[in-house]
């Protein structure tokens, strides 16, 4: 049975830090795609970033560019996600997901397997 089990959300002012991770069990994790994506409330879900299985990496909005960083530990099989410089805007839940069918991975619909997500509010 697969599992995507997100944590490190929380409550933090703007201008503050986040390590989310995602741990990934069900799988064989070397060989997915990873992403996080986010939906605000009243918002469509938008992808933050990916890393593929060799470790490429991308960012789905220029708004998280420079302050957010993805990253995976393949021993852990884990995928993380470092956010600085937060903003209130960044307010949002998140969610990791996993895809190994290659393709547009800022996509949601390619993704086979999703996280319950976390919660991230900033305040201001």
């Known amino acids: 049975q697969v599992q995507l089990v997100e944590s490190g959300g929380g409550l933090v002012q703007a201008g503050g830090s986040l390590r989310l991770s995602c741990a990934a069990s069900g799988i064989t994790f070397t060989e997915y795609d990873m992403a996080w994506f986010r939906q605000a409330p009243g918002k469509e879900r938008e992808p933050v970033a990916v890393?593929?299985?060799?470790?490429?990496?991308?960012y789905g909005t220029d708004s998280v560019k420079g302050r957010f960083t993805i990253s995976r530990d393949n021993a852990e099989s884990t995928v993380y996600l470092q956010m600085s410089s937060l903003k209130p805007e960044d307010t949002a839940v998140y969610y990791c997901?996993?895809?190994?069918?290659?393709?547009?991975?800022?996509?949601?619909?390619?993704?086979?397997?999703w996280g319950q997500g976390t919660q991230v509010t900033v305040s201001s």
């Open positions: 890393i593929t299985w060799n470790g490429g990496r991308s």
């Open positions: 997901a996993a895809t190994r069918s290659g393709g547009y991975l800022f996509d949601g619909r390619r993704y086979n397997y």
